[in-house]
């Protein structure tokens, strides 16, 4: 587990308890996807040294864009490959009359509801912090802030 001492930036306090029951080889995938973002964050930040509200979105600090790199880290390698099991693209009744099996993993109606509602759980913790949800489709620091640019621009 990561250290929740008040040293610890931000984004390894929020990726912490998301983390906790994710098998090792996942946690350190989302680790090094989420050091690389606040990496490039950084280093964006870094060259406009002179007027930094230039390359930041003005509603969004520093820190909370950090926040939204740790969700968007966890969105992207544990949530969005969950999520598409239990997409409406196959017709209901496969998955409920052939329950299928991949390794220790069972593809069913109950394991679709699961995913369904940590979804929208998730959704709904997004909406309510008011990040657009395009932001966890980002792959890229530059690419989140172009996200909360245009949300800026759209208020």
Sequence with gaps: MVDQSEGTPI???IIA???ERTPPDVREIVVRRLDAMVRHLTYIADQDTEDLASVMPASWSL???RVICALNSFYQVVLGPLSSSARDRFPSELIVTVPVTHGS???DQQRTRQVRSMMRDFHRIA???EIPYAAMDARQADDLLRVLRVQ???E
């Design 152 to 154: 800026a621009n759209d």
């Design 11 to 13: 984004e390894r306090r």
């Design 127 to 129: 909406r309510e912090a």
């Design 63 to 65: 820190s909370q864009i």
């Design 105 to 107: 993993t069972r593809f």
């Design 17 to 19: 308890p998301l983390l």
